[in-house]
Structures are given as structure tokens and as C-alpha cells.
Antibody, heavy 121, light 109 residues
């Protein structure tokens, strides 16, 4: 059974930085496509970033492009999200999720429990 | 960007009743690349349906998905107590940039 455990959330001031981690187990992590998805309080889910198995293909949502950086360490079975220049609107629960391909598109079959990021002065 | 709209916003039903949830896309979702998730308070989403109508592993057969193009439906044939939750649809025809609907809350009448 795949398990994903996020950490690193917390309270940060606007303009600040935070690094989220996601520890994976129960699968061959290097075979998995991974993503970060967030959910603002009382709102729907928002996809924010994708990274391929080897880390050489990366995509971002426009809302975080240029401020957030996704990365992974397959030797440590870990996914990361470096968040810089944080804004109040980045306040959300951040989930890591495994992306599973259905032909040429992907959905999410395993999710972590989420970590809360609050951006406030 | 494909915008997903879900209706109703809240559905109040009793255990044993049938639930019909709608997900409408602003433009056609290619190849029925649509998934449904269930989310309970304080928990991560759980995959229910992918490819518009395929149940994920371990999902009971009271959950079914249908539709194509711009109109999709999730049906729960007989609500069990554990089914009261928020249900969200996701289109992945525009992968890697996928989008989610705002969710439908199914609560106890």
C-alpha cells in the first residue's frame, strides 16, 4: 500500500519561504509521477505542480510559476516543494499525490494527509 | 483552461437513498478523461472513478460514473452512512495542467 506523508507546513509571513517534504513508501518511488495539489480553506482542489519520474519534466500552474520549485530525491523516496515569495492567497492545505496515467492524461490514486501552510503577518 | 461546474452545491439525502451528482465542463473533455474523488473532513481525497466510468480499486459497486463530452454524472445507488462527504470531479484531458470542480457536499437529511 502506497503511503505519502507530508511535512514542513506552518505559519510564515508574506514574502517568506517554506519547504515542504513528502516521504513515500510502499511503491518503487522512482517509477512514480508525482504532483503537489493544494486546497485553500473552504475551497476546491487546485493542481500546482508535476514532476516526472526522473525529475527532468516539470510543470507548474500559472499561480505559482516562478515562485515555487518542485524537486525529488529518488534515493530518499522523497518529493519536495520549495515555496518562495509566499502570499496570503497561498494559504492552503498542501497535498502530495501520485499521478497515474490513463493513456495520455493523469489522475491521482494516492494522496498524503496534507500539511497546512498559513501565510499571514 | 477547462472550468468544471458541479451541481448541486449541497445534496441533502437520507441513508438508503440514491444520489445523483453532476459535473459540467466548459468545453469537451477529451477521451472521457474525468475522475471523481470523495473527501471527508480533515482527510485527503480518495479516488472513486477514473475514465468517467471506471471504478478505482476497492470502490464499492454502489458508486458509478457516466457521461462524456461536457456532462458527467456520479451516482451512488444507495447511500451508506460513510458516504456522506464532499465529492469533486477532475478533468485530465488537458494534462499536465488538470482542473477540479468546486465539489458537491452530500449531507444527511
Amino acid at each position: 500500500q502506497v503511503q505519502l506523508v507530508e511535512s514542513g507546513g506552518g505559519l510564515v509571513k508574506p514574502g517568506g519561504s517554506l519547504r515542504l517534504s513528502c516521504a513515500a513508501s510502499g511503491s518503487t518511488f522512482s517509477d512514480d509521477y508525482m504532483t503537489w495539489i493544494r486546497q485553500a480553506p473552504g475551497k476546491g482542489l487546485e493542481w500546482i505542480s508535476y514532476i516526472s519520474r526522473g525529475g527532468n519534466t516539470i510543470y507548474y500552474a500559472d499561480s505559482v510559476k516562478g515562485r515555487f520549485t518542485i524537486s525529488r530525491d529518488n534515493a530518499k523516496n522523497s518529493l519536495y516543494l520549495q515555496m518562495d515569495s509566499l502570499r496570503a492567497e497561498d494559504t492552503a492545505v498542501y497535498y502530495c499525490a501520485r499521478a497515474l496515467y490513463d493513456r495520455s492524461g493523469y489522475y491521482f490514486d494516492y494522496w498524503g494527509q496534507g500539511t497546512l501552510v498559513t501565510v499571514s503577518s | 483552461e477547462i472550468v468544471l461546474t458541479q451541481s448541486p452545491g449541497t445534496l441533502s439525502l437520507s441513508p438508503g437513498e440514491r444520489a445523483t451528482l453532476s459535473c459540467r465542463a466548459s468545453q469537451s473533455v477529451s477521451s472521457s478523461y474525468l475522475a471523481w474523488y470523495q473527501q471527508k473532513p480533515g482527510q485527503a481525497p480518495r479516488l472513486l472513478i477514473y475514465g468517467a466510468s471506471n471504478r478505482a480499486t476497492g470502490i464499492p459497486d454502489r458508486f458509478s460514473g457516466s457521461g462524456s463530452g461536457t456532462d458527467f454524472t456520479l451516482t451512488i445507488s444507495r447511500l451508506e452512512p460513510e458516504d456522506f462527504a464532499v465529492y469533486s470531479c477532475q478533468q485530465y484531458g488537458t494534462s499536465p495542467r488538470v482542473t477540479f470542480g468546486p465539489g458537491t457536499k452530500v449531507d444527511i437529511k
